[in-house]
């Protein structure tokens, strides 16, 4: 496989993934900012902003921090990195660039995606978000399972390995931010607000249903962290993400015969990973841990890019 | 104003109001098949081209960067006989076009034998000296021409221009044959049309067949400027087919006149590069010196016989309009017999009676650059306005060599669909040409280019055209006998899901 094929395909894993985790997102912001209590929809909007690094970017714009502005801020805004639009221009590019390597339905599923979003200046009323978030989820799905149909090589690994890094960097991410920075002062843990975050995190992952599979004692934020960090039964956790990536270097190994750097960090990450306890990592500190990780995570990218010679 | 009196191909001489006898099951499927239904499945085979991403840019278009060229239903149809006649002229003159080339880089017979004018090949930019005297592998340089075609009547076709560097369109040929197959499968059963998917298998041959001598397995590639170039899509659609990796220039590096493609696990080795880059942005060192594009080193490799271009480098002077107008003498001079595919009349303006004649005839004539495409730099005198024919005839006044001129011809039209429902337009034809170290072949189709502006002539994607199926029948016994159920049974394998019950 050429070097710049499978640097595209990574990448298109990677804004794929990015875009769904973006609409996820919006998808759950709106249902925070609806059930709670004013002033909280401001607090939610802001978490939305920190959680795609886009605080300064918004700023920028001079708007008021609310639905309406950052809605289509997160959406449509092409001037910046975090929206919606950018990831879906970016992943259709890189699949417009390694077109052969793909297969009708997963082209067309990007492709789909993107066309919602052309000559669209407004994403209009919570409603019309809503529509719009849900069916780039729809289309972000149909090209997931249009990935899983494709030829087994190395085609469909790369486009995975780079969905795999993004997930990891996107749930580290969304708890970094849910737990440290907007817990708003003076509301009790356990409180209304408390427990509409705490959901909102389980949303933007898909993961409310699985949650009350896997524990029976109520929503508990221990839980939500142990759930998302430590549980490899959940796709998007830290620790499946960490499996995932094992894996796939593993199959590209085998496939390719390329072994290197990033296979023996990954290896490194996911033995520490099985090892983990929730507990103790709240102990000894979530934000912590969590910079730790996001941090090792860029470094594993790095790796991944010299090993194949991304260039 | 306008043309008047048009062969159609598919009713016949003009005013026809029934299709010509072979073709009266076309005719009963128009009729039998509402406007709107017609209209639906068009709609849907637009969808899935905007879907797929079969699209075009045109350039200086901001707003329109990706389009699609509109598609019409209504398919053009070459009887068996006619296309028999059609490929023989076709094959003639690829064959001349490529001994014409081998002869131009190498001794010059035809010059020195006084068919053309020196002037004319020495003199003109398309000619390359910088490759002369290097011998592509098997001697081929045209390895894929798109022949330009026009009709005027039952039996007249004529050459308009020959495409021997990169011709485009192929992917239409294929992507309207997909979509005519879902949308239209009854016209298939009325009529036996030749397949056309057998391209990119025919292409892949041609590729390895031209690989340099004692490549066993030769690795095959395409070479495109990338993803923001208009035919990018027909790229990626042809590697993809034939299976080959699609590379740019970035992916290449030259080391010891080999080439070599950047993989994930290192260097491999290229044979054979079907490239979809002009001349001029092939390899910095020899073309153009500013390029930032092309592979350094590429012409070197290609010199030392290490790698096959395809299309020869320098093939820009075989398909040059200032050359056009010789291609009879040319093909004569080669085959030894006359063109069995005329071209148009020509006046080449370069000639102080022919430029005379153009002077005092523009309002009948069509006026065309010497370099340009896309239909860009043209007249046509029949429909322009009188400031567009005071502006050329100052143009030509100015610099008579830079074009020539053809008569306005009545183009052949074919049925298209519009607002009003169906209604002639007149269409051209592009069929495709290959020729590898086997031999010369004609894909049994083409494309099809229509204007879609009533009375318009200009076909050119860029310029509103539109395009549409090529059918080429197998025999021309008309209408086939209704299929019977035959030996076919609805179920596959016998295997069902049994629903509900126990």
């Not at chain 1, 780039?136 to 085609?155: D, P, S, W, Y």
């Not at chain 2, 080391?255 to 002009?278: F, N, Q, S, T």
């Not at chain 2, 500013?290 to 096959?308: E, F, H, R, T």
């Amino acid at each position: 496989m050429l070097a710049r094929t499978a640097s595209s395909l990574y990448w298109l894993g990677r804004y794929v993934e990015r875009a769904d985790f973006i609409a996820r997102l919006v998808e759950a912001t709106i249902r925070l900012d609806a059930l709670s209590p004013r002033p909280a929809g401001r607090v939610a909007w802001e978490s939305a902003l920190a959680v795609t690094d886009t605080v300064a970017a918004f700023a920028k714009t001079g708007e008021e921090v609310g639905q309406d502005a950052v809605a289509r801020f997160l959406t449509l805004d092409a001037t910046h990195s975090g929206s919606l639009v950018r990831s879906l221009d970016m992943a259709r590019n890189n699949a417009r660039a390694v077109r052969t390597a793909l297969t009708r339905e997963a082209w067309t599923g990007i492709n789909q995606a993107w066309l919602l979003f052309q000559n669209r200046a407004m994403p209009g009323g919570a409603a019309a978000t809503l529509a719009l978030t849900e069916a780039v989820k729809t289309a972000t799905r149909g090209f997931e399972g249009a990935i899983h149909r494709m030829l087994r090589n190395q085609t469909t690994w790369f486009i995975r390995l780079g969905q795999a890094v993004e997930r990891a960097d996107n749930t580290a991410r969304l708890l970094d931010v849910k737990y440290h920075i907007l817990l708003p002062a003076g509301e009790p843990v356990g409180g209304v607000v408390d427990r509409d975050q705490w959901t909102t995190i389980l949303q933007t992952v898909s993961a409310v249903t699985a949650y009350r599979w896997l524990y029976s004692e109520g929503l508990q934020p221990a839980n939500v962290i142990d759930l998302l960090i430590a549980r490899a039964e959940l796709p998007r956790s830290l620790a499946a993400s960490a499996e995932e990536t094992v894996e796939i270097l593993d199959l590209l190994a085998k496939r390719t015969g390329l072994h290197g750097e990033a296979d023996q960090m990954a290896r490194d990450r996911h033995a520490r990973m099985v090892k983990t306890h929730s507990k103790a990592v709240i102990a000894g500190g979530l934000h912590q841990y969590l910079e730790r990780f996001l941090a090792e995570n860029d470094e594993l990218h790095f790796a991944i890019a010299g090993q194949f010679r991304f260039g | 104003m306008g043309i008047r009196q048009a062969f159609d191909e598919i009713m016949g001489q003009a005013g026809s109001t029934i299709p010509r006898s072979e073709l009266a099951a076309l005719g009963t499927w128009i009729a039998g098949t509402p406007p709107e239904d017609l209209r639906r499945r068009q709609q849907s085979a637009e969808a899935t081209f905007r879907q797929l991403g079969i699209t075009f840019a045109v350039y200086g278009d901001s707003d329109a960067s990706e389009r699609i060229i509109p598609f019409d239903i209504v398919p053009r149809i070459f009887l068996a006989s006619e296309w028999a006649r059609l490929s023989e002229g076709l094959v003639q003159r690829v064959e001349a076009i490529n001994a014409f080339l081998d002869d131009i880089y190498g001794p010059q017979r035809i010059l020195k034998d006084g068919v053309l004018p020196a002037d004319l090949i020495l003199g003109n930019p398309q000619f390359r000296p910088e490759i002369a005297g290097i011998r592509p592998p098997h001697g081929i340089w045209a390895h894929i021409c798109g022949i330009d075609l026009v009709r005027t009547g039952p039996d007249d076709f004529f050459v308009l221009e020959d495409n021997a560097r990169t011709p485009s369109g192929v992917s239409y040929m294929l992507e309207n044959r997909e979509a005519m197959l879902r949308l239209c499968p009854e016209l298939f059963h009325h009529f036996r049309v030749a397949a056309v998917d057998s391209y990119p298998d025919r292409l892949l041959e041609t590729m390895r067949s031209v690989a340099p001598e004692g490549v066993a397995a030769p690795v095959c590639v395409v070479l495109t400027p990338g993803h923001y170039n208009s035919a990018f899509y027909e790229h990626s659609f042809l590697a993809d087919s034939m299976g080959i990796e699609l590379v740019e220039a970035a992916d290449l590096v030259v080391e010891d006149d080999v080439v070599w493609m950047r993989m994930i696990g290192g260097l491999v080795k290229v044979d054979v590069i079907y490239r979809r880059i002009d001349d001029d942005f092939l390899d910095p060192r020899v073309f153009r010196p500013d390029s930032m594009l092309g592979v350094p080193g590429l012409i070197g490799a290609y010199a030392a016989g290490n790698v096959a271009l395809i299309n020869a480098p320098g093939n820009g002077i075989a398909d040059d309009k200032a050359i056009y107008s010789y291609m009879p003498e040319i093909v004569k001079y080669y085959s030894g017999s006359a063109a069995k595919l005329p071209n148009v009349e020509t006046w080449r303006c370069r000639e102080p009676q022919a430029l005379r004649y153009v002077l005092d005839n523009l309002d009948d004539l069509v006026v065309k650059l010497v370099d340009g495409s896309g239909g860009y730099g043209m007249l046509v005198g029949p429909t322009a306005t009188r400031a567009e024919i005071e502006a050329f005839r100052a143009a030509l006044i100015a610099e008579p060599h830079r074009y020539i001129a053809q008569p306005t011809l009545a183009l052949s039209t074919v049925p298209t669909l519009g607002d009003a429902g169906l209604a002639p337009r007149h269409v051209d034809f592009r069929p495709f040409v290959l020729t590898g170290s086997c031999g010369v072949q004609v894909v049994p189709g083409g494309l099809t280019r229509v204007a879609l502006k009533e009375g318009s002539l200009v076909v050119n994607s860029s310029q509103g055209g539109g395009t549409k199926d090529s059918f080429v029948l197998m025999d021309d016994g008309a209408m086939l006998q209704a299929q019977g159920p035959g030996g076919m049974t609805q179920s596959i394998g016998g295997m069902t899901q049994r629903m509900g019950g126990n």
